[in-house]
């Protein structure tokens, strides 16, 4: 998603570091390159099975708490970002930043392997390891009669705060990690950049590639310990490869946050406001013949609560900055839209590989088995033999999408529309990709919808599933007898939305963007897409008890109660109406979004054609703007 692509092509500097060595340029590139390929893996390895692993032995965590975790993992993740980038910027420093976040990282990724290193010989009550740090373990049969909350889980302080401190590592080398690698190629021509930042690009989906595919194999058919000391070495090369690389890097000073700025103008502007309002009130106590006196001259234009602090109301900041703020106010309206995208976009790596867990991975398994009155818990003990197909191998269909058509919709596509005069604006790419979004979980959700009724196949005995056991582990999942293939499609329409939404975000936040403004956009855009993580934990929280169930011990199949088989249920786990429900509320979005892009007329200064002439145009009128405010100061200076 978000990272896994070119987001900072276009990135420049307010003043250009000399060219250094051909040779040191050259060091320089390639060690960040292989540094971001190494902890993308690492990253990649930890949330692309973070369900499963669980979900499954020794944890044992209901299917939907799992979910829930995930979610907050991913969201913390990303809106720390933001708070890396401030770090950054106005405490240490990107290289020193850097290397905290990878002490950080490191802590709490050797935790992983540390926990699951009995994981591969024996099952939960047999853990002594776990135990010892834990206290009692629930197995698979105590769950059947256990209620219990997300916190109560099998040793959930742990996990949470693992994660945590994985997710504070993450999220701060995601920050910086891209705009330090930008510093180096500074300089160095337009050229240079673009052939680094493509490679950038090409880095991130390599690790992500073999994270996915490796990786996810050795957790799901051999080990977690095994994947997750794989992994753990990664992580540690890369941070001795991005160490090792220090003699050749360009170290740009920091330059403090502009956030002091945007807080200094919002503060003067209601500062100013409030004596506005009070001398307002003074006014009309005045005759009119005071309207003569300068003090309380009427204004020919009202201005605007941030205008209060420009110059020429009296204020104490010039008009760009001013500016400035209104042109990031209106990109934060435009990143709130998009907080339904990313709840659809986080399903990738929760609901949707817990959907297919509970579908047909092991094609040569034909055997099914029918159970009627019982509670449906997911776990049995009967095991079998090892599937084939990693439920998250699938996401590797939405990087396989992004790859190819990200290349011929920038080199084919776009270019050919545009010499037809036909060219697609960044605000109806975003569209697009939104529809394509709202099709992918509308997917989802007729295949959840043909899922359970493989389970439930017989209406009249609606206690009675039919389900085929596939062995994860030491776990048991209880599938519809149904192709994990069906999913496909879901999977590739995320990943054609992303070609749309995800990078038309990005250029359209660095195309508005204010030059003073690029580092702390991408910040705020994390941000976001964290939030939309958040939002999707808050949404399945939403619908606890009414699609979800304390009672259905994280079985995605339940029926409650199904202790008789005349009596018909009363209740029913429903993940298709979850995956409607998102549907419909991105389908809303999109025509919030368009309307607010009407409101602002995104448009009209997102036109992708005659760029330099609307580069002069803007500043012409920024030089304008800067003579009126240096004529608004030297009056009131008279004045007084």
């Not at 973070?50 to 708490?65: A, E, G, Q, T």
């Not at 913390?76 to 930043?97: C, E, P």
């Not at 760029?611 to 030297?634: G, I, P, W, Y």
């Amino acid at each position: 998603m978000d990272e896994r692509r070119s987001l900072l092509g276009h990135r420049r500097g307010e003043s250009e570091p000399k060219p250094g060595n051909a040779r040191k340029v050259k060091v320089a590139q390639g060690a960040i390159l292989l540094t971001v390929a190494l902890e993308r893996l690492a990253f990649y390895s930890l949330t692309g099975n973070l369900v499963l692993f669980l979900n499954r032995d020794p944890f044992i965590w209901k299917s939907y708490n799992a979910l829930y975790c995930t979610f907050v993992f991913l969201g913390i993740s990303y809106v720390l970002s933001f708070v890396g980038g401030i770090i950054a910027d106005t405490l240490l420093g990107k290289f020193k930043t850097l290397l905290f976040a990878f002490v950080i990282y490191l802590v709490g990724y050797i935790f992983l392997p540390v926990v699951t290193y009995e994981d591969n010989t024996v099952s939960a009550e047999n853990n002594t390891f776990l135990q010892a740090i834990c206290g009692k373990f629930r197995n698979s049969e105590d769950q059947q009669n256990d209620k219990r909350s997300l916190i109560e889980e099998n040793c959930a302080a742990l996990i949470f705060g693992i994660l945590t401190i994985i997710s504070v590592g993450s999220g701060i080398f995601r920050s910086v990690i891209a705009p330090f690698g930008a510093d180096q190629v500074r300089g160095e021509g337009p050229q240079t950049s673009l052939a680094f930042f493509n490679w950038y690009y090409w880095s991130i989906n390599l690790g992500t590639l073999v994270a996915l595919s490796v990786v996810t194999y050795i957790q799901q058919d051999y080990s977690f310990f095994y994947g997750f000391l794989s992994s753990n070495i990664c992580l540690g090369l890369s941070c001795l490869v991005f160490i090792t690389g220090c003699w050749t890097y360009i170290y740009v000073p920091k330059t403090g946050s502009i956030l002091t700025n945007i807080f200094k103008i919002f503060f003067e502007s209601c500062q100013r406001r409030r004596m506005h309002r009070h001398r307002e009130n003074n006014v009309e106590h005045i005759s009119a013949d005071a309207s003569d006196i300068p003090e309380f001259r009427v204004t020919e234009s009202s201005p605007s609560f941030l205008d209060r602090a420009k110059y020429r109301f009296g204020g104490s900041f010039h008009e760009t900055a001013v500016e400035d703020v209104k042109q990031l106010l209106k990109i934060l309206c435009v990143f709130m839209t998009l907080l339904p995208y990313w709840m659809v976009y986080f399903q990738m790596q929760t609901t949707f590989e817990l959907q297919g867990l509970h579908m047909k991975l092991d094609m040569s398994n034909t055997e099914t088995y029918t159970f009627c009155n019982h509670n449906y818990s997911s776990f049995t003990t009967q095991l079998t033999s090892k599937n084939t197909l990693v439920a998250a191998w699938f996401t590797l269909f939405d990087v396989i999408f992004l790859i190819l058509l990200l290349p011929l919709f920038d080199r084919v596509i776009y270019p050919y529309l545009k010499k037809r005069d036909r060219p697609v604006g960044i605000v109806c790419r975003i569209s697009i990709g939104m529809m394509f979004a709202t099709a992918a979980v509308m997917v989802a959700g007729v295949v959840e919808l043909f899922r359970l009724k493989q389970v439930w196949p017989d209406e009249d005995k609606q206690c009675c599933s039919t389900t085929i056991n596939q062995t994860i582990g030491h776990t048991v999942y209880r599938a519809a007898d149904m192709s994990v293939f069906w999913q496909i499609p879901q999977y590739a329409l995320i990943g054609i939305s992303e070609v749309f939404t995800s990078v038309a975000a990005l250029e359209f936040a660095y195309q508005m963007a204010p030059k003073s403004m690029k580092g702390i956009i991408m910040g705020f855009f994390y941000l976001f897409t964290g939030i939309g993580s958040l939002l999707g934990t808050g949404t399945m929280f939403a619908f606890k008890g009414t699609w979800f169930f304390q009672e259905d011990f994280g079985n995605i199949n339940c029926r409650i109660p199904c202790t008789d088989e005349k009596r018909k249920f009363e209740h029913a786990c429903h993940l298709d109406y979850y995956f409607f429900f998102l549907a419909g509320l991105e389908f809303l979005g999109m025509f919030v979004f368009i309307s607010i892009a009407k409101r602002l007329r995104l448009s009209q200064h997102l036109v992708p054609v005659s760029k330099t002439s609307t580069l002069n145009n803007v500043t012409e009128k920024t030089f304008a703007k800067e003579r009126e405010d240096l004529s608004h100061s030297a009056s009131r200076r008279v004045n007084s």
